[in-house]
């Protein structure tokens, strides 16, 4: 064994390149394989297979998604998450000119049953209600015991919500993506808006009018509504409708340039996250909906009409001593100044008498024609469902009394947003415009002079006759330092139910525009039977309770819409050149009384 061991550690095959050795036959093992020997290579042979398969599986796979990820263009399957968030068509956003959200949508998830597979309706009900408390037993149980493949148990659920029924386990239940409408602005916005019933259907407002558009397409709708200056109204209207006791209130603010409307406010209001919880009057549009007798504002288009026919003339003085007696009717003024007054004397002291009597000499023919050319006799068109059609007497009943009374604003009915569009026309060098409440991305173009309601001359000198409302007549409330705002009071009876005027019941307004030497915003606000106080020694017309309205209104926003005030010595050369196109001494040459113009019309009421 020596030697074979000695022979075998110096086996020269074993050191092949050693020089000088040379190699021994070496006698082989001549050992027979064991079983454990042939279990080994058994298994050697099976690990090697396993792991080429396991290679080719791999490369496969591999392959498989290098092709679905670079090369297919099929989409993918979405992951649950994704399925609650995506497969629920999404509604279009409505914002307001500067992108602020006012309606959006957010997906939620709802609870629905398939009835045949709950296997014990009386203890899921059971469950159910431990988790959703809120829901009705008896219908639950119906529900549950039923036969329908989906019945739908709640919408919306919360997060937490559907977690603690998705712990219950119970089989059958089943949570679906869905989607609702969220306001994030509230009430402030609601009337404009609108809302939508729990299947995102369109009931009221851009919601309803705009369905389709709001489905179909996913660019938000861009209103013209500015909510800065919408809840500045909001507040002013809110607090003059507190402070008077009114039953309600509305208000806008438009571009006279293009006719958007900046800001619409209709109280009372409701919140269109539960629509259901106002009634009837929190969800009518006061602005929209609502047609009113707008009272002396009227004498806007009657003066403009006088003045633009040629017929009459600033410095022509009419009777205004004794009442006019048509038919059944008397026609006077509450505050007689007992002297003939000239067309500018007229205008500021709100004489219903020398209006009848400027509008009789132009005649029923041409003051209908012109209210029509303004829109006020023809249902207005605005992106919204709740427009009320104009209340206007047929042309064949267009009688001297209706032209006479027309004068000053009774015997017709129109909306805010019309008597808005109609003022603006007449400050806007008689180009008609047009009100909407959707942002204009094109730039309004010219009009041709074929256009024009009125002369740019006639639309000058109004210009000037509304600022000496508010300097020396009827609105002195409006005034504001450095916007030489002007406007026209309006005071008109409700009528009530029976369709007569109601006793001490009235609607008291005022619509303005500043600045009046180059007029860019008009703001109206209307309060619906407002209570005198001490304040106003009692009184509750529109120079005493809107007029300082918009001239809070009017303070607050110019800054906003990059309009500074004007310094008081431009403000005074600004007036001048306004005063221009009156010519000279149109006026008495006095002041209007201190408080005067409050008195002299309590009511403008045909009596």
Same mark, same amino acid.
């Given at each position: 064994?020596?030697?074979?061991?000695?022979?075998?550690?110096?086996?020269?095959?074993?050191?092949?390149?050693?020089?000088?050795?040379?190699?021994?036959?070496?006698?082989?093992?001549?050992?027979?394989?064991?079983?454990?020997?042939?279990?080994?290579?058994?298994?050697?042979?099976?690990?090697? =297979?396993?792991? &080429?398969?396991?290679?080719?599986?791999?490369?496969?796979?591999?392959?498989?998604?290098?092709?679905?990820?670079?090369?297919?263009?099929?989409?993918?399957?979405?992951?649950?998450?994704?399925?609650?968030?995506?497969?629920?068509?999404?509604?279009?956003?409505?914002?307001?000119?500067?992108?602020?959200?006012?309606?959006?949508?957010?997906?939620?998830?709802?609870?629905?049953?398939?009835?045949?597979?709950?296997?014990?309706?009386?203890?899921?009900?059971?469950?159910?209600?431990?988790?959703?408390?809120?829901?009705?037993?008896?219908?639950?149980?119906?529900?549950?015991?039923?036969?329908?493949?989906?019945?739908?148990?709640?919408?919306?659920?919360?997060?937490?919500?559907?977690?603690?029924?998705?712990?219950?386990?119970?089989?059958?239940?089943?949570?679906?993506?869905?989607?609702?409408?969220?306001?994030?602005?509230?009430?402030?916005?609601?009337?404009?808006?609108?809302?939508?019933?729990?299947?995102?259907?369109?009931?009221?407002?851009?919601?309803?009018?705009?369905?389709?558009?709001?489905?179909?397409?996913?660019?938000?709708?861009?209103?013209?509504?500015?909510?800065?200056?919408?809840?500045?109204?909001?507040?002013?209207?809110?607090?003059?409708?507190?402070?008077?006791?009114?039953?309600?209130? =509305?208000?806008?603010?438009?571009?006279?340039?293009?006719?958007?409307?900046?800001?619409?406010?209709?109280?009372?209001?409701?919140?269109?996250?539960?629509?259901?919880?106002?009634?009837?009057?929190?969800?009518?549009?006061?602005?929209?909906?609502?047609?009113?007798?707008?009272?002396?504002?009227?004498?806007?288009?009657?003066?403009?009409?006088?003045?633009?026919?040629? &017929?009459?003339?600033?410095?022509?003085?009419?009777?205004?001593?004794?009442?006019?007696?048509?038919?059944?009717?008397?026609?006077?003024?509450?505050?007689?100044?007992?002297?003939?007054?000239?067309?500018?004397?007229?205008?500021?002291?709100?004489?219903?008498? *020398?209006?009848?009597?400027?509008?009789?000499?132009?005649?029923?023919?041409?003051?209908?024609?012109?209210?029509?050319?303004?829109?006020?006799?023809?249902?207005?068109?605005?992106?919204?469902?709740?427009?009320?059609?104009?209340?206007?007497?047929?042309?064949?009943?267009?009688?001297?009394?209706?032209?006479?009374?027309?004068?000053?604003?009774?015997?017709?009915?129109?909306?805010?947003?019309?008597?808005?569009?109609?003022?603006?026309?007449?400050?806007?060098?008689?180009?008609?415009?047009?009100?909407?409440?959707?942002?204009?991305?094109?730039?309004?173009?010219?009009?041709?002079?074929?256009?024009?309601?009125?002369?740019?001359?006639?639309?000058?000198?109004?210009?000037?006759?509304?600022?000496?409302?508010?300097?020396?007549?009827?609105?002195?409330?409006?005034?504001?330092? *450095?916007?030489?705002?002007?406007?026209?009071?309006?005071?008109?009876?409700?009528? *009530?139910?029976?369709?007569?005027?109601?006793?001490?019941?009235?609607?008291?307004?005022?619509?303005?525009?500043?600045?009046?030497?180059?007029?860019?915003?008009?703001?109206?606000?209307?309060?619906?039977?407002?209570?005198?106080?001490?304040?106003?020694?009692?009184?509750?017309?529109?120079?005493?309770?809107?007029?300082?309205?918009?001239?809070?209104?009017?303070?607050?926003?110019?800054?906003?819409?990059?309009?500074?005030?004007?310094?008081?010595?431009?403000?005074? =050369?600004?007036?001048?050149?306004?005063?221009?196109? &009156?010519? =000279?001494?149109?006026?008495?040459?006095?002041?209007?009384?201190?408080?005067?113009?409050?008195?002299?019309?309590?009511?403008?009421?045909?009596?």
């Amino acid at each position: 064994m020596k030697g074979w061991r000695k022979q075998k550690r110096h086996d020269p095959a074993r050191q092949p390149n050693l020089p000088g050795v040379f190699a021994v036959p070496v006698r082989k093992s001549r050992r027979l394989a064991t079983s454990h020997d042939l279990a080994l290579d058994v298994a050697r042979s099976r690990l090697t =297979a396993g792991f &080429l398969l396991f290679a080719i599986a791999y490369v496969i796979i591999g392959g498989r998604l290098a092709f679905l990820t670079l090369l297919n263009d099929a989409p993918e399957i979405p992951t649950a998450q994704q399925s609650l968030g995506d497969s629920v068509a999404s509604r279009a956003d409505i914002t307001d000119r500067n992108g602020t959200v006012l309606a959006t949508s957010l997906p939620t998830i709802s609870l629905c049953a398939d009835a045949k597979k709950i296997s014990d309706p009386d203890q899921a009900a059971k469950q159910l209600l431990a988790v959703l408390p809120e829901l009705d037993p008896a219908k639950l149980n119906e529900d549950l015991h039923g036969t329908k493949h989906c019945v739908m148990i709640k919408r919306h659920l919360t997060p937490k919500q559907s977690y603690e029924v998705n712990k219950l386990g119970i089989a059958g239940l089943e949570l679906r993506p869905d989607e609702r409408r969220i306001y994030p602005t509230g009430r402030v916005m609601a009337h404009v808006v609108g809302y939508t019933d729990i299947d995102n259907n369109g009931l009221a407002g851009v919601e309803k009018n705009l369905d389709k558009r709001l489905e179909q397409e996913p660019d938000p709708v861009a209103l013209s509504l500015d909510l800065r200056l919408q809840n500045i109204l909001h507040r002013e209207l809110a607090n003059s409708m507190s402070t008077f006791h009114a039953e309600g209130a =509305a208000g806008l603010i438009m571009d006279i340039s293009d006719g958007e409307i900046l800001a619409m406010v209709s109280l009372p209001d409701f919140d269109p996250q539960h629509p259901g919880d106002g009634d009837d009057a929190a969800r009518f549009n006061r602005d929209t909906l609502g047609v009113y007798e707008m009272g002396s504002t009227f004498k806007i288009f009657n003066t403009a009409l006088a003045l633009d026919s040629g &017929l009459v003339h600033t410095g022509d003085s009419f009777d205004t001593v004794h009442p006019i007696e048509i038919g059944e009717q008397t026609i006077r003024d509450f505050h007689n100044e007992n002297r003939w007054l000239n067309v500018a004397e007229i205008f500021t002291h709100s004489s219903n008498i *020398g209006s009848a009597r400027m509008a009789a000499r132009v005649g029923g023919a041409r003051q209908r024609a012109f209210l029509s050319r303004l829109g006020l006799t023809e249902k207005s068109i605005l992106e919204l469902p709740e427009v009320g059609a104009p209340l206007v007497p047929p042309a064949r009943d267009w009688s001297e009394a209706t032209t006479m009374t027309a004068a000053f604003g009774h015997g017709i009915a129109v909306n805010s947003v019309q008597l808005a569009g109609a003022v603006a026309t007449i400050v806007n060098d008689g180009i008609p415009v047009h009100p909407t409440i959707l942002k204009q991305t094109m730039p309004v173009m010219a009009k041709n002079d074929k256009d024009r309601v009125i002369s740019s001359r006639t639309s000058a000198i109004m210009r000037a006759l509304m600022r000496l409302v508010v300097t020396r007549g009827t609105a002195k409330g409006a005034e504001v330092a *450095g916007y030489m705002l002007g406007g026209k009071t309006g005071t008109a009876d409700k009528i *009530g139910p029976n369709h007569h005027y109601m006793a001490n019941a009235r609607l008291s307004s005022f619509v303005g525009a500043f600045p009046m030497n180059a007029p860019k915003y008009l703001v109206f606000a209307m309060l619906d039977d407002p209570k005198g106080n001490a304040n106003t020694y009692g009184f509750a017309t529109g120079g005493w309770v809107a007029a300082p309205v918009v001239s809070r209104v009017a303070a607050q926003i110019g800054p906003l819409l990059n309009l500074p005030p004007l310094a008081l010595d431009m403000e005074h =050369a600004a007036e001048r050149q306004l005063m221009k196109p &009156l010519g =000279a001494q149109i006026l008495d040459g006095t002041p209007v009384e201190e408080g005067s113009n409050y008195a002299s019309v309590e009511s403008d009421r045909i009596q």
